[in-house]
């Protein structure tokens, strides 16, 4: 069974500082999707980023960029340049690529990004 | 914006009722997933439609419901309500729901259930 955790509860970070959100996973599956989702305290669920398993490159999405380490199943966000308005929870997740394309999320990080 | 549309945005009802919450994806995609976000369970996954027939469960109780109509809109199902059952519901949709790793799930807004 797929896995993801997420051991940061909450991370503060100063505006304008670069933030690392952590995130490792567990999975025997070969081909596999990662996926950072960032949920504002309004409640809706952005997606942000993606990483397959077989990418050569670290993904990038203008201020995001996702840290793949593949031996070492971890699939950190890195915010760069945070803003206020990065103050939300992130989620990491998983995608299945059997029959069930399913997610699978780990239990999240609240960020606060302070002045 | 996502793309992806959900009614009612919220729902307050009694214990033993039966609600329906409604979910409309994103232009052009075939698979709608339904997923429970709970503060006890986090996200979970519930459900999922690929053009109009099941794909996958996850942990959706026999309670729970759901159906992929011809126009792909999507209606979620939750009867004989339970306290328990207060959370914010999920809708996301994606392009293709087949066996590829690239394909991303956009949600929509949500549903905010509260059973009293």
């Known amino acids: 069974a797929q896995k993801i955790t997420q051991t940061q509860p909450g991370m503060f970070v100063q505006e304008k500082e670069a933030v690392t959100l952590d995130c490792t996973y567990d999975?025997?599956?070969?081909?596999?999707?990662l996926f950072w989702y960032k949920q504002p305290s309004s409640g809706e669920m952005i997606f942000l980023i993606y990483q397959g398993s077989y990418d050569q490159q670290n993904a990038t999405e203008g201020r995001y960029s996702l840290n793949f380490q593949k031996a070492r199943k971890s699939a950190n966000l890195v915010i760069s340049a945070s803003q206020l308005g990065d103050s939300a929870m992130y989620f990491c997740?998983?995608?299945?690529?059997?029959?069930?394309?399913?997610?699978?999320f780990g239990t999240g990080t609240r960020l606060q990004v302070t002045l | 914006d996502s793309g992806v549309t959900q009614t009612p945005k919220h729902l307050i009802t009694a214990t033993g009722q039966r609600v329906t919450l409604r979910c409309s994806p994103r232009s052009g995609d075939l698979s709608v997933y339904w997923y429970q976000q709970s503060l006890d369970q986090g996200l979970q996954f519930l459900i999922q439609y690929y053009n109009g027939e099941e794909r996958a469960k996850g942990n959706i109780l026999e309670r729970f419901s759901a159906q992929q109509f011809p126009d792909l809109h999507s209606e979620l199902n939750l009867s004989s309500l339970e306290l328990g059952d207060s959370a914010l519901y999920f809708c996301?949709?994606?392009?293709?729901?087949?066996?590829?790793?690239?394909?991303?799930?956009?949600f929509g807004p949500g549903t905010r259930l509260t059973v009293l």
């Open positions: 999975t025997s599956d070969p081909s596999y999707g």
């Open positions: 997740a998983m995608r299945d690529t059997g029959t069930a394309s399913k997610l699978t």
């Open positions: 996301a949709s994606s392009g293709f729901g087949l066996l590829s790793s690239t394909d991303t799930q956009y």
